[in-house]
């Protein structure tokens, strides 16, 4: 099946409650079986899950038809996020493994802004993506069309400023740029989400849409190269933001 790397941009709102706001984001490899306190985790849907188990990833499962981050009425996908300062700038990077089987699947990293367009709810995402069109997929961003087969992928995102960069790769040394984009918002977070949504019939490959489930699975999260023993940083302040969504995914969906 061949599968195409390029960047869709969306938007939708939600007011979010963090307790602190912390100077950078925080690295973690998601070895134990409980998460750094720096993440704050947000389930809104029955049947969701972000969680540790033990095995060396993060696992974030949605359930089947109502884990999307859409508009202001539909941000109920899983997803966990560190609220750090605006001012703040850094590289994340992250392994993910993620095998989208239907439409409407999707999971990366995510930015959370607090000034998002309001036509679209004010929620902005800035993505890869797998889409499903018929019977092909592709992994979208920008208008860049990369042809892949996998299964495991390295996700890296770079704020400078008001300028991200994004790249993608297969064995975590080489990494291909999807370019530089300027970004004119307000960062508050950055962290790790999954999506599925059932709302367009049974899938092109014959699939029935609500029996499947989004499952992505995270080695670890690392900031700025430097992924030893990750720390419990000290608070700025404690906030309650109107939350955005700027992030890359991979994913499998009808546009």
């Not at 009425?73 to 239907?102: C, E």
């Amino acid at each position: 099946m061949i599968r195409i790397l390029t960047l869709c941009v969306f938007l939708v709102i939600g007011i979010y409650a963090s307790p602190s706001i912390f100077a950078s984001p925080v690295a973690d490899d998601f070895n134990g079986t409980t998460l750094n306190p720096a993440w704050i985790v947000q389930t809104p849907s029955a049947g969701t899950t972000v969680q540790t188990t033990g095995d060396g990833r993060l696992h974030i499962q949605t359930n089947t038809d109502n884990s999307d981050l859409w508009t202001a009425h539909n941000v109920n996908a899983p997803r966990l996020y560190q609220a750090v300062a605006s001012t703040a700038n850094w590289i994340v990077d992250t392994k993910m493994h993620f095998s989208a089987t239907s439409t409407y699947q999707e999971a990366g990293i995510m930015v959370t802004v607090s000034d998002g367009l309001p036509e679209w709810g004010g929620y902005l995402r800035m993505t890869t993506a797998v889409y499903s069109w018929d019977t092909s997929e592709f992994i979208k961003f920008l208008s860049t069309n990369v042809s892949a087969n996998f299964d495991d992928i390295y996700f890296r995102l770079q704020k400078d400023g008001n300028q991200y960069t994004s790249w993608y790769g297969f064995d975590g040394q080489s990494f291909t740029s999807f370019g530089t984009r300027t970004l004119s918002y307000t960062v508050t977070g950055v962290g790790l989400f999954a999506i599925r949504q059932d709302s367009i019939g049974p899938d092109p490959e014959g699939a029935a849409d609500n029996t499947i489930r989004s499952t992505a699975y995270f080695d670890y999260f690392d900031v700025n190269g430097a992924l030893t023993s990750p720390a419990v940083p000290e608070p700025l302040s404690g906030v309650l933001f109107v939350s955005s969504l700027v992030g890359i995914r991979f994913a499998k969906r009808r546009c």
